[in-house]
């Protein structure tokens, strides 16, 4: 199923303010799924300024943890923006943690 026919699933308000606060349910679990499926989470992830999204992957089991780190690998270049270098931070934080 792909992220615009599960849109309707998902109070995108609630699920923002949940991963903001690092909070895990099976709403923001999946969210997060779709999100990697679609190849959108570093889009989401600069898009919503999540600073402390690695907080959240710490939440996860170790699978889920990989996942989430191969899809922001492939993809945090092209969502960070050519000459926007305050984008970086968003993955430097993660880098910190899980180096």
Do not use: P, W
Not at 29 to 35: G, K, P, Q, S
Not at 69 to 94: E, M, P, Q, S, W
């Amino acid at each position: 199923m792909k992220l615009n026919e599960r849109k309707n699933k998902f109070d995108k308000r609630a699920t923002l303010e949940k991963i903001h606060n690092s909070i895990l349910d099976i709403q923001t679990n999946e969210f997060i799924t779709e999100l990697i499926k679609s190849g959108r989470l570093c889009d989401y992830l600069v898009d919503n300024k999540l600073n402390s999204f690695g907080k959240l992957i710490l939440k996860l089991r170790y699978i889920e943890q990989i996942e989430i780190l191969d899809a922001i690998r492939k993809n945090y270049a092209v969502a960070t923006g050519y000459g926007r270098f305050h984008n970086y931070d968003i993955f430097l934080t993660l880098l910190i943690l899980f180096v």
